[in-house]
């Protein structure tokens, strides 16, 4: 089972956050350690995972935002507005 430890090691060899004699120190216990191998591999897909998730939100509240601004009828004066900026 995983401890806390762990869990914090494997983070923060993932976001580069350790000191490079820790850095090395861990590498070399992912050479040796097949299970922490997978761990951090399984941690790294997470944060893949969390990473993709996040964008998708992004997007969905990006083409919130434009249909809001650029689509919605009642807003057609700032939508020219916005539009003239950019024809000279």
Request: hydrophobic fraction near 40%.
């Amino acid at each position: 089972m995983k401890t806390l430890h762990e869990i914090e090691d494997i983070e923060r060899y993932l976001l580069d956050q350790l000191e490079p004699q820790s850095r090395v120190l861990f590498e070399a216990r992912l050479l040796v350690d097949p299970i922490l191998k997978i761990r951090v591999q399984w941690q790294r897909k997470i944060h893949s995972i969390v990473r993709r998730s996040g964008r998708r939100q992004l997007k969905t509240e990006l083409e919130r935002i434009h249909r809001q601004l650029f689509v919605d009828p009642s807003r057609s004066q700032f939508q020219q507005k916005i539009l003239q900026l950019f024809s000279k």
